[in-house]
C-alpha cells in the first residue's frame, strides 16, 4: 500500500527526527524545526480535534494567510483522516458561509480576531459547526472558540496516540484529502475534491524529475488555501527538503535574502516585479555599467542555447559567459539569496521575453502548467524539458492532447474526483472518456512541447470577425518595464482598446526626471505628458503584433490591480471581467467619436 502524506511525515520522523524540517519567523528572527516537532505539534493539534468528537472523514476548514500554523493544523487534519477545506482570508461573510455550510465543516481554524468576527457572524446559520480555534493568542473570550495553545493542551492531556495512527494508516488512496474551494469569481465556489492518488501521485512524479531534491529549501508565501502552494508544502514533506514561510506578502523579497531558497515557486506578478527592479537600476547607472549589464545579457542570451540543451560551449562564447558571470550574474542572482536552483512560474502566463531574460543572466525560471483539478502540476518546464514559450512536457502520469477547438485535455491519475455536491459540474470538466477539459487553449509541438495561446472565455471576436486570444498581446505589453498590466477590450468593436497599469516606481521616477510637477500616481495616471510617453511605448509594442491585434486607444488605470480592490485572484492572476466590469464606460467612450 502506498505511503499517504501523513504516514510520510511520520516515517520522516522515525528515522530522521532532527532533520531540519520547517522555518519561520518567531520574534523577528528565522528560527529551524526540526521533523520531530513539526510531527509532535502535529499529533498535539490532532489530539486536541479528538477531544472535540472529530471523527473520520470529517470536514475541518482553514481560514488564514499562509503561516506554520496552517501547515502544522492541515497535516492534523489529514493524519485523523478527515478533510481539509479551504477558504480564501479575502472572501466575504456570505462565501465563508456557503463554504462552510456546504463542505459540512465541524470545525474551522482561524488566523486572527478579524477572521474570527466573520465567522462568529454568520455561526447561527453553521448547526453543524462545532468547534473555532483560533491561531492567535488573545483572539477567543467567546463561547465554543478556543485558542490553538488551548487545542494542544488538551491534545497533550489526550491519549490518542493510537487512535491517530489507526486513522492514518486506514487512509487509502482513494480517499479524499481536501476539497480546495475556488475564489468565487463566477458565482459561489465551487469545491473539489483532491484525493490522496492525486497528491501521491504528483508528488512522485516531480520526484522522477529531480524537480524536488532532499537537501533543497523552499518559501512559501502564496496562498495554501490554492493548489499551487499547497502542492509545494506537501513537496517539502514528501522529499525531505525545508519549508520556509515569508511573513507576508511585502516581505517577500527581504525575507528571499534571510532564506536564501533553492527553490522559489511564485507567480508572473512576482517576477515581472523583480525584472522592473532590475531594468530601472540598469537604466539609472553609469554609462559603463549598463554598457557591461547590456553586453552581459546578450552574451547570456547566446550561451543560453548550449546550457539548455547541455551542450559544451564554442570557446569564444564560454569564455564570455564566465566573465559576464563574474561582472553581472553572479550579483544579481545573489538577489534572489544567491543559491537559487529553479524559479517556478505558474497560475497564470508570464512574458516569454521575461524568462528568457531572466534564464540569459543564469536565474533559472521554468515556467509550470496545471489547475486546481489536477492539483497544481500537470505540465513542466525543467531541465532539457525547457523551450522558452510553451510551458514544459507533461509529468510522466498526466496524458495531454488538444481538442478539436483547441482546447487543451488532461488525463491521468492525478485528475481531481469530482466538484463536491455538484455533480452536475463534473459531467462538464470531465467526459465520458475521461479526459479533463481545461478551459484553455493550446497546441503541442512536434517534440511534445505544451503551449498555452489563452483561455476560451478570454477570446475576442472583433465586429470583422477576426478571433483574437489576448494572451499574446498581454505578454508583450506588459514586457516593457513601465506597464505593469494590459486587459485588452474589443469584443464586437471594429478594434481593440485596452486598460493599461503602470509600473508605479518606473513611472514616478520618469516624471521626477521630466520635472513633472504631480502629488501622487493617482495624478500621474491622469498627467498629458505621461499619455503621451505611454502612446508612443504602445506604438512600439504594437509593431510587434498583428494589425487585427493592435491596441489602438487604451485608458490608464489610476491604480494597481489588488486583492482588496477586486481586481485579482488570490495567486495575482487578474480578473478580466471584473476589470472590464470596472472601467467599461470608459473603454465603449474610445469608440463614441469613430
Known amino acids: 500500500m502506498e505511503e499517504n502524506i501523513a504516514q510520510s511525515l511520520y516515517n520522516r520522523a522515525q528515522t530522521h527526527p532532527d532533520e531540519p524540517a520547517l522555518m519561520f519567523k518567531e520574534n523577528g528572527t528565522y528560527v529551524t524545526r526540526s521533523v520531530s516537532w513539526f510531527w509532535g505539534r502535529v499529533q498535539n493539534i490532532a489530539s486536541g480535534l479528538l477531544t472535540l468528537g472529530i471523527r473520520e472523514t470529517d470536514k475541518v476548514a482553514i481560514m488564514s494567510g499562509t503561516r506554520v500554523e496552517w501547515t502544522l493544523a492541515d497535516l492534523a487534519i489529514i493524519s485523523l483522516r478527515c478533510i481539509t477545506s479551504t477558504i480564501y482570508p479575502s472572501l466575504l461573510e456570505k462565501d465563508i458561509r456557503f463554504i462552510l455550510d456546504n463542505s459540512d465543516a465541524r470545525c474551522v481554524f482561524v488566523e486572527n480576531a478579524a477572521l474570527l468576527d466573520r465567522v462568529l457572524a454568520v455561526r447561527h446559520e453553521l448547526p453543524n459547526l462545532v468547534g473555532i480555534v483560533v491561531f492567535e493568542d488573545g483572539a477567543a473570550g467567546h463561547e465554543g472558540v478556543i485558542t490553538l495553545k488551548q487545542l494542544e493542551e488538551s491534545g497533550k492531556n489526550n491519549a490518542g496516540q493510537d487512535e491517530i495512527k489507526r486513522r492514518m494508516n486506514a487512509i487509502t488512496m482513494d480517499d479524499v484529502a481536501t476539497i480546495i474551494y475556488t475564489s468565487g469569481t463566477t458565482g459561489p465556489p465551487k469545491g473539489a475534491e483532491i484525493i490522496h492518488r492525486n497528491i501521491i501521485t504528483n508528488l512522485k512524479d516531480l520526484l522522477s524529475l529531480s524537480f524536488n531534491l532532499p537537501d533543497d529549501i523552499t518559501m512559501g508565501y502564496l496562498p495554501l488555501a490554492h493548489a499551487y502552494e499547497r502542492i509545494n508544502q506537501f513537496g517539502a514533506i514528501y522529499t525531505h527538503m525545508i519549508y520556509a514561510f515569508a511573513e507576508n506578502l511585502d516581505s517577500v523579497a527581504k525575507n528571499i535574502g534571510e532564506v536564501r531558497p533553492t527553490i522559489l515557486p511564485g507567480v508572473p506578478r512576482v517576477y515581472e516585479k523583480i525584472y522592473a527592479r532590475i531594468i530601472n537600476e540598469i537604466e539609472h547607472s553609469s554609462r559603463l555599467k549598463k554598457k557591461i549589464f547590456f553586453w552581459a545579457l546578450k552574451t547570456g542570451k547566446a550561451s543560453l542555447p548550449y546550457r539548455l540543451e547541455e551542450r559544451p560551449m564554442p570557446p569564444v562564447i564560454r569564455l564570455k559567459y564566465q566573465l559576464a558571470r563574474i561582472l553581472v550574474f553572479n550579483k544579481l542572482s545573489g538577489k534572489l539569496g544567491g543559491r537559487l536552483r529553479i524559479g517556478i512560474t505558474a497560475a497564470a502566463p508570464l512574458s516569454p521575453s521575461i524568462i528568457e531574460f531572466f534564464n540569459a543572466l543564469g536565474i533559472p525560471i521554468y515556467e509550470g502548467y496545471g489547475m486546481t483539478e489536477t492539483f497544481a502540476p500537470a505540465v513542466v518546464s525543467y531541465g532539457k524539458n525547457f523551450k522558452i514559450g510553451y510551458v514544459g512536457k507533461p509529468l510522466p502520469s498526466m496524458q495531454v492532447k488538444i481538442g478539436d477547438d483547441g482546447e487543451i485535455l488532461m488525463k491521468g491519475p492525478a485528475v481531481f474526483k469530482g466538484y463536491y455536491k ?173
Request: proline share 3%.
Open 422 to 594: 455538484k455533480p452536475e459540474g463534473t459531467p462538464a470538466m470531465i467526459d465520458d472518456q475521461g479526459w479533463l477539459h481545461s478551459g484553455d487553449l493550446g497546441d503541442i509541438d512536434r517534440d511534445g512541447f505544451v503551449r498555452i495561446t489563452g483561455r476560451k472565455k478570454d477570446l475576442i471576436i472583433t465586429a470583422g470577425g477576426k478571433n483574437i486570444t489576448p494572451q499574446n498581446i498581454e505578454n508583450i505589453y506588459t514586457s516593457d518595464p513601465f506597464i505593469a498590466q494590459c486587459v485588452p477590450y474589443g469584443d464586437n468593436k471594429k478594434y481593440l482598446t485596452a486598460v493599461l497599469v503602470l509600473n508605479e516606481q518606473e513611472i514616478t521616477v520618469w516624471a521626477q526626471q521630466q520635472n513633472i510637477a504631480f502629488k501622487d500616481y493617482r495624478d500621474l495616471t491622469g498627467n498629458m505628458q505621461v499619455y503621451s510617453f505611454i502612446r508612443k511605448k504602445a506604438d512600439a509594442l504594437n509593431e510587434r503584433l498583428a494589425s487585427f491585434e493592435t491596441i489602438k486607444k487604451f485608458i490608464i488605470s489610476d491604480h494597481d490591480f489588488t486583492l482588496e480592490s477586486g481586481e485579482l485572484t488570490p495567486t495575482m492572476k487578474v480578473k478580466k471581467n471584473k476589470v472590464i466590469e470596472k472601467f467599461r464606460d470608459q473603454l465603449d467612450s474610445l469608440y463614441e467619436k469613430d
